[in-house]
């Protein structure tokens, strides 16, 4: 299995509130994000690719201590993460897990989509539908029928978590609708739209799966750290 971690972007949201600092490698208890990701990936064997762009020395020096491969894409400022992943797509071969590199999960939520075995599957939550990033609607059996942030409210299922994987099977039709997308000049897109686009005429079945009400959290907002650290602070306390 091999992860491919999106880290290129600016992060215009938090970057206010962050100046020049990536918002994967803001510090976890002294280690930056991507690095304690990193680490729960490669501790389980699975090779790690990271797309950087926007302050790709800070990520380096992030992740000095582990055995990486990078993937610069040039045109961070004028793309979207659909162009760092078409940079490694010579990477898209076997299972492949891709991660956006601003998400802070457990254990516990990363063997929970290792151990899916379907074609093509994104980890969601449930519980968020109300406020959040981005939203599905999805069918009875859990695939994914519309998406989108300004998904009205009595459509949502479920919010995206940021992780997803595609199997050995599938990747070689993912890379093609990848190519074919940034042929188009799609550049603006995000990377799931290329999965996206495989729902718009039922192609192909996108599926999802609840993370059952464990802890995580994209970095979108300097409130997303904020709830990252108290989150911290309350599992060292329920344990002294």
């Known amino acids: ?84 992943l078409w940079f490694a797509k010579e990477e898209l071969e076997g299972e492949c897990l891709i991660l956006n590199a601003d998400v802070f999960f457990s254990d516990t939520i990363l063997q929970m989509i290792i151990d899916d075995k379907r074609d093509a599957t994104m980890l969601v939550d449930k519980t968020r539908r109300q406020t959040g990033d981005y939203f599905f609607a999805t069918t009875d059996n859990g695939c994914i029928q519309k998406y989108g942030k300004d998904l009205p409210l009595q459509l949502r299922s479920c ?46 079945q996108i599926h999802t799966k609840d993370v059952e009400e464990l802890f995580w959290s994209e970095i979108d907002y300097f409130d997303d750290y904020e709830r990252i650290l108290n989150y911290l602070e309350r599992q060292k306390e329920n344990r002294l």
């Open 159 to 204: 919010e995206y978590v940021g992780i997803s994987k595609i199997s050995a099977d599938f990747i070689p039709v993912f890379k093609k609708r990848l190519e074919k997308m940034i042929t188009e000049f799609k550049h603006g897109k995000w990377w799931e739209d290329v999965l996206y686009s495989f729902t718009d005429d039922d192609e192909y």
């Open 1 to 84: 299995m091999k992860a491919i971690l999106l880290a290129a972007g600016r992060g215009t949201r938090i970057s206010r509130m962050v100046k020049e600092i990536p918002k994967s490698t803001l510090p976890i208890d002294g280690t930056p994000l991507i690095a304690l990701t990193v680490d729960m990936l490669q501790k389980r064997g699975i090779e790690t690719v990271v797309c950087v762009g926007y302050q790709q020395e800070a990520i380096r020096e992030a992740l000095k201590d582990f055995r990486v491969t990078y993937y610069f894409n040039p045109f961070y400022d004028v793309t979207n993460s659909i162009a760092s």
